[in-house]
């Protein structure tokens, strides 16, 4: 019986494309997850690397060429991690449509490169027999070698190549041992696999007690338990160790974002200077001197100086993450988040959110419960995003001087940010408490987390993923802030009256500016405050680069800096009411469109954006009466 | 039965869902399979389980649904 299913599933499948001289070769790297398959995927692409999403879902859709030793390229597709091909999770659904050529668009794969944990054979083996039924040429990776060996555990790859009729090899992909037969797979690809026997895919424990059966075959000693995750675990876990190590990780990651990234983000700063008086010399000294120095330089500028922080965030949770911690904190987060009603899934969405909510949401295809998951996309936003920083910083600079607070542990600017990530945290979860015992109340979902054991997190992989964001960042600065600065520049400049430029308050920004005024006059803003809140809708740290544009033309602020200039115009309560605006406020145009498409009609994210909106106005105002009651 | 830290017992069946139950199974939770109650989030829930040489995070409720036998009975089967 066990031989029908698999026929029926491989009737069902058209036959694997013929060779193509004119297409490369496409090769899927599929594996559960921890089982290094995206280290393998590293190894074998390096930098020729292309993250996107597949047409109508949002999993990501990760490519890279690998350069064979004979010059012709292969194409590999990395595809997510799964524990089983029967299409139940979007992840799944993605991973069972692209190895059956059921993508629209996409072709289907040549062949399969199996990553699995060798560690934890037991288990991983099982999916060895959906994708052997796949009935593509296909490669097993036994990964992490290095650690089978190191904790005494072993198996007999030979074995398993016979029993399975599919090349089976041992390698290391963080250490690149072993890797050569890979390479040769990728060269040649081989015949299609011919396993001795094969379970009934649909019957879980047969397929469980088929891959033990293989691993007597191959005479696997799993490996003696990881002894350091275990004393790891028994200190990180640990009922009163465990919250405070929490805590301290992230009290230590806000002070060195804030005192770390300092002096880099100082030469950032004047080499920008630097640059933008070079740039002006060659313009001749007209109008356009003033849109290249004054619109681009300074609206670009004043963004790219927050590159070095944002990168030193995303090189923390980088190391979270790869290192396992980040499980152990979705674990001890769980309790919290089952009080407002979520789940510990929904804690990685939210994490990612400190760095942006369009990964977070994106993040929420995990959560298999929809209303879960529709309460997790609109809470996302509350988290504070890499995008607010900027402004935070900004704002925080120019008016707290920076004291001691917990000795050199933590100043008082440091403390500030760590109050405001506080705020949104407690929006969101204030928010998701009300969503969830109303509108999108549901049955409790189970709770499934795998705690992988300890790694080192590899320079390589942190600093491809560094690589990544830096791009994505550096995108944004040269579209959208780059339009919004020569928009804004422009709307600073006109109407010409007489043949001049008019004083900044009488231009079309001005005039905007007073527009919204008496709106945002009560949280203690002025019309300035106010053409940086009309520009950041677009991306919040647009404001920093507007009220640099616009403070610059001032000729008595041009002289002091942004920070003084700020400092003499704001109330100690504006200033606070605008941090408190900026916690709350949706401003970011990626977040609307991508929980537009998640969601699939308009109708949430123009609730998120009204409730949030409302949030920052009154939260504002609150703060600008209480601030200035005090002061 | 119910495990407390450091106890072991034998997975006898999964009292939950079909497609909850096929997600442990595919984890390492199959009927016959030897379960070691390991640490757990301050406050006990969720506990880690180790199982098939993993280690998962269930909650109590979750965890409540699998149905144990005593370890000792295993050398009877």
């Not at chain 1, 301290?248 to 300092?262: E, H, K």
Request: glycine share 8%.
């Amino acid at each position: 019986m066990s031989g029908c299913d698999q026929c029926a599933l491989a009737d069902a499948l058209p036959p694997p494309p013929t060779a193509d001289r004119d297409r490369p070769r496409m090769v899927a790297i599929v594996g559960p997850p921890n089982s290094g398959k995206s280290t393998v995927f590293n190894r074998l692409t390096g930098l020729r690397q292309k993250v996107a999403n597949y047409p109508g879902v949002t999993v990501e859709k990760r490519l890279g060429r690998a350069r064979l030793d004979d010059g012709h390229e292969v194409t590999l597709v990395d595809l997510p991690g799964i524990y089983s091909l029967s299409p139940r999770s979007e992840d799944e659904r993605v991973a069972h449509d692209v190895l059956a050529g059921r993508m629209p668009g996409f072709p289907r794969p040549d062949a399969v490169l199996l990553i699995l944990d060798s560690t934890n054979l037991g288990r991983h083996l099982m999916l060895a027999a959906p994708i052997l039924a796949l009935g593509l040429p296909a490669m097993i990776v036994l990964n992490m070698a290095d650690d089978l060996r190191n904790r005494g555990g072993e198996v007999d790859a030979e074995a398993l190549t016979k029993q399975l009729g599919a090349p089976v090899v041992l390698a290391s992909a963080t250490r690149d041992e072993g890797l050569e037969p890979v390479w040769r797979f990728l060269t040649e690809c081989g015949a299609t696999p011919s396993p001795a026997e094969l379970p009934a895919l649909q019957d879980v424990p047969r397929c469980h007690a088929w891959a033990a059966r293989l691993g007597r075959h191959a005479s696997y000693q799993p490996p003696a338990p990881p002894l350091w995750t275990r004393r790891l675990d028994s200190m990180l876990l640990h009922a009163i160790w465990g919250p405070v190590i929490f805590g301290l990780i992230v009290v230590v990651v806000f002070q060195s974002i804030f005192s770390w990234a300092r002096p880099l983000m100082n030469s950032v700063q004047s080499l920008i200077a630097w640059s933008g008086a070079w740039v002006g010399s060659l313009v001749p000294n007209t109008w356009a001197r003033s849109l290249v120095v004054d619109g681009i330089w300074t609206g670009v500028g004043s963004v790219l100086v927050f590159l070095p922080q944002i990168l030193l965030l995303f090189l923390f949770i980088g190391i979270l993450e790869d290192s396992g911690y980040l499980a152990r904190a979705a674990l001890i987060a769980d309790r919290t988040m089952a009080r407002v009603g979520l789940q510990g899934k929904s804690f990685i969405p939210l994490l990612s959110a400190y760095a942006c909510a369009v990964p977070a949401v994106l993040a929420t295809r995990t959560i298999e419960n929809k209303r879960d998951r529709i309460a997790t996309i609109l809470i996302a936003p509350f988290m504070t995003c890499a995008a607010r920083l900027p402004v935070y910083t900004l704002i925080i600079a120019a008016f707290l001087p920076e004291r001691p607070v917990l000795g050199p542990l933590l100043g008082t600017r440091a403390a500030a940010m760590l109050g405001l990530y506080l705020l949104g945290f407690l929006a969101a979860f204030t928010t998701a408490r009300v969503l969830k015992s109303s509108i999108l109340k549901s049955e409790r979902a189970p709770f499934v987390l795998e705690m992988p054991p300890y790694r080192r997190p590899t320079l390589e992989s942190l600093g491809l993923r560094l690589l990544d964001r830096a791009k994505i960042f550096l995108r944004r600065a040269g579209t959208i802030i780059l339009a919004m600065a020569v928009v804004l520049w422009i709307v600073a400049h006109l109407p010409l009256s007489g043949g001049k430029v008019p004083p900044i308050e009488r231009s079309l920004a001005g005039t905007l500016g007073r527009t919204v005024e008496p709106v945002i006059r009560p949280l203690g803003f002025n019309w300035k405050i106010g053409v940086g809140l009309i520009t950041s809708l677009a991306a919040r740290e647009v404001i920093v680069g507007t009220l640099g544009t616009i403070y610059g033309m001032e000729p008595d602020a041009k002289s002091r800096g942004l920070q003084a200039a700020l400092r003499r115009d704001l109330t100690p309560g504006g200033a606070v009411a605008l941090l408190v605006f900026f916690a709350f406020a949706m401003q970011c145009m990626s977040t609307i469109a991508v929980v537009r498409r998640e969601t699939g009609s308009w109708k949430w994210p123009l609730v998120q954006f009204a409730y949030m909106t409302a949030l920052a106005w009154g939260g504002a105002f609150l703060a600008n009466r209480i601030v200035s009651a005090l002061l | 039965m119910e495990l407390r830290q450091g106890e072991q017992g034998i997975l006898d069946h999964l009292d939950l869902p079909e497609d909850v139950s096929r997600r442990l199974m595919e984890l390492g939770f199959v009927p016959g399979s030897p379960i070691v109650a390991a640490l757990s989030a301050p406050g006990g829930d969720p506990r880690v389980f180790q199982v098939d040489g993993a280690e998962i995070a269930l909650r109590r409720d979750t965890a409540a649904c699998l149905k144990l036998r005593p370890a000792a009975s295993a050398a009877a089967d």
